[in-house]
């Protein structure tokens, strides 16, 4: 028996083909659990739903209607809500100076008002059913605990989701809801092809990890499968599976810049 049998799940921000959001949810799959998938892309979302024997729905995670009738939805053809997982995010990476208007009311409205939309919808439908409860995730990042340059905007609105991950754990604890966070590190993915094409930028990470590698997609995947587990008598925390990487720290950028730098050096000489 699958640790999740019997339990239901939503996975928002499993659009886009390989993400993080579509690991987990084929894991909670293989683990028992009904699921729903949700993001702004139907032709994946209706693939992976096909795959794994679940449901899909179309949903904006910056819009507070949207995200109140996926957990509706989700409600309706599950009969309840044992696990909802927030996915999405924006990889903004901006000179402070340099952000622009529009840069910030993007990413306030995904990173910050747009996780308020989710922890209020699921709250809600958590706190109705009968028993009341179930386990919230977010996904964070480990730049909020080991900063790196030209990521004020991003940091800011990660760190404001962990504050209100927070108080919901201290504020619907009683009703047998938890929640928490979850902070990958710099993690191969759709959102992060494209750098780590870049010759030399994982060997800028690669010191920083004790554990000695990158955390995968899977190692998230498996954390958050633990946090929604009857197991798991954790609420309120930001769990960090990435090897380790806030002891050491990101790298900054003349470290990035060195390591690029000798890459490419290397490459030119052959």
């Known amino acids: 028996m699958g640790q999740l049998e019997g339990k239901s799940a939503v996975i928002l921000g499993a659009a886009s083909v390989g993400n993080m959001g579509q690991v987990i949810a084929r894991l909670f799959a293989s683990e028992g659990a009904k699921v729903m998938v949700a993001g702004r892309k139907e032709a994946p979302l209706a693939a992976l739903a096909e795959e794994i024997g679940g ?7 910056t819009s507070h209607d ?3 009738a996926l957990a509706q939805k989700a409600k309706a053809e599950y009969g309840r809500v044992d696990a909802a997982i927030n996915c999405t995010g924006w990889g903004l990476l901006a000179n402070l100076l340099e952000t622009t208007q529009e840069q910030l009311d993007q990413i306030t409205d995904l990173q910050f008002k747009g996780v308020h939309h989710f922890l209020q919808a699921f709250v ?3 706190g109705e059913q009968e028993p009341t409860g179930g386990s919230i995730i977010s996904l964070s990042s480990a730049t909020t605990k080991a900063l790196i340059n030209n990521h004020a905007a991003y940091i800011g609105t990660k760190r404001a989701g962990e504050a209100m991950i ?6 619907f604890g009683h009703l047998g809801i938890r929640a928490n966070t979850v902070s990958p590190a710099f993690t191969e993915s759709p959102m992060t092809s494209e750098s780590f094409q870049v010759p030399g930028l994982v060997d800028a990470f690669m010191p920083k990890y004790p554990l000695g590698r990158l955390n995968t997609s899977e190692d998230v995947a498996h954390a958050c499968l633990w946090l929604c587990t009857d197991h798991a008598f954790v609420t309120g925390q930001n769990i960090q599976p990435n090897g380790g990487l806030t002891l050491r720290g990101n790298p900054q950028a003349k470290d990035i810049e060195a390591a690029v730098g000798a890459a490419m050096a290397k490459l030119q000489e052959g």
Request: aromatic share 6%; charged share 25%; net charge negative.
């Open 55 to 61: 449901t899909y729905a179309l949903c904006d995670i």
């Open 66 to 68: 949207e995200v109140h």
């Open 124 to 126: 809600k439908v958590m």
């Open 166 to 171: 927070e108080c919901v754990a201290n504020d």
